[in-house]
């Protein structure tokens, strides 16, 4: 049975822990002085994948890189957990990582729609590393694409048809927003993503040449390793912290993790346990994401037109609502000229608008408002202040911005994505 070490404590497994272990990996080349060539290989994989896209919990990183790596051995395997790759909204990276993993797990093919005969058909052919985007219709119970998954995770599946039978095993990940059904999603490893800004620009071609690298040194190390996977597969005593079809889709990932880089076994066992244990959350239903889907466009918005206030008022003491508009809308590269369809409007409509997107900003509430020619109500605000716009009402930040947590009243959350998107400073 694989044993969490006794030394590794939450602080630990939440970083990456390289420590030298001469039997703990392969040889390979470009590998760190002093760390054993498996935990190299798997750091590599996981800067490649964080460089890209903004995953909702650090430990997904290691996970999708030991996945990455089990595809190259699933035959090895009895069972092969899916990977299912959600979100709550649009835009937060999910095509972008299926692009990833397609460049580097082992005989790829990235489709974004596949009737249930293609399926069957492709799977039992080719035997690939299937990756599905927009794959929302693997969210209804009335799917016909369901018996093929329901089985596809296990070793010896077959599906009949009236021309033969189909083999249905295979790796398979998923993108999708919101959730897979509930029996797919047993079967299933998900990771959350999340909107932000990657630490590199995306360039297609750039990437794939990075990803095929990655690929050969994982081909070359995992074959390396055959034997003892296969006697690890054999020998293999369960994982008792996790319940049974959870014990069963993580077995690869656990063996590869104990022969490639046995020192992250107790960051991997943490990840596996809250992952597991965050599938029993009701699944959400199609209103809810609609509504969460709005809030972050909202909030978008809302920091674009933040930057931009901060851009137009400059070093002015005030500015009435009604300039600010028109100076919104002159920005060339500005969304108010056409925002909502119409854009931002003259008078009270107008103001009323830019009112709601920046009452986000609990810090945008604070200093009471003044009519023209009037004091603020609310000596206590500081230069740090920042004055709500109403219409008919004049816009007055009191010399300089300097936002912070404290003063946004946004948390560090919030404060840390402005800082990540130049809008304000550390």
């Not at 219709?137 to 599946?157: C, D, I, W």
């Not at 010399?399 to 560090?412: A, D, K, M, Q, V």
Request: proline residues 5%.
């Amino acid at each position: 049975m694989f044993t969490v070490p006794e030394s590794s404590s939450p602080s630990q497994q939440c970083a990456p822990a390289l420590r030298d272990n001469a039997g703990c990996g392969v040889t390979t080349s470009n590998t760190q002085e002093g760390v054993p060539a498996g935990c190299a290989l798997i750091s590599q994989l996981e800067s490649y994948i964080r460089s890209y896209v903004s995953l909702a919990e650090t430990c997904y990183a290691l996970v999708i890189a030991l996945w990455l790596m089990a595809t190259h051995a699933w035959t090895a395997f009895d069972a092969f957990p899916y990977l299912v790759v959600t979100s709550t909204t649009k835009r937060s990276g999910k095509t972008r990582l299926l692009e990833l993993l397609s460049f580097v797990a082992s005989n790829s093919r990235l489709v974004a729609d596949i009737s249930p005969a293609a399926l069957y058909r492709t799977i039992d052919a080719e035997r690939p590393t299937l990756l599905v985007d927009e794959a929302e219709m693997f969210s209804s119970a009335k799917s016909e694409h369901r018996p093929v998954l329901n089985t596809g995770y296990r070793r010896g599946q077959t599906v009949k048809r009236h021309d033969g039978d189909y083999e249905t095993y295979c790796p398979k990940a998923f993108a999708l927003i919101g959730d897979v059904h509930d029996t797919l999603r047993d079967r299933s490893i998900v990771i959350q993503m999340r909107r932000g800004e990657p630490t590199r620009r995306f360039v297609y071609a750039g990437a794939k040449e990075e990803g095929a690298a990655l690929r050969e040194k994982i081909s070359a190390a995992v074959s390396s390793k055959a034997q003892e996977i296969a006697e690890a597969v054999g020998g293999f005593e369960g994982l008792r912290f996790l319940f049974d079809r959870d014990e069963e889709i993580w077995t690869p990932l656990f063996i590869l993790c104990r022969l490639f880089c046995p020192e992250r076994l107790g960051e991997l066992s943490r990840a596996a346990s809250d992952i597991s244990a965050a599938k029993t959350a009701r699944p959400r239903k199609h209103l809810e994401l609609e509504e969460e889907k709005d809030e972050a466009q909202e909030q978008e918005y809302a920091i674009r037109l933040l930057r931009d206030m901060i851009a137009i008022t400059d070093e002015r003491d005030q500015i009435t609502t009604q300039e600010a508009i028109a100076k919104l809308r002159e920005i060339p590269t500005s969304p108010w000229r056409r925002f909502r369809g119409d854009g931002l409007k003259d008078g009270i409509e107008g103001g009323m608008l830019v009112a709601g997107l920046l009452s986000q900003f609990p810090a945008c509430q604070r200093c009471m408002l003044r009519r023209k020619n009037r004091k603020c109500l609310s000596p206590s605000i500081q230069p740090s202040g920042f004055l709500r716009i109403d219409p008919g009402f004049a816009y007055a930040p009191v010399g300089r911005l300097t936002l912070t947590p404290s003063t946004l009243g946004i948390g560090e959350k919030w404060h840390n994505r402005l800082v990540a998107k130049s809008l304000i400073t550390a």
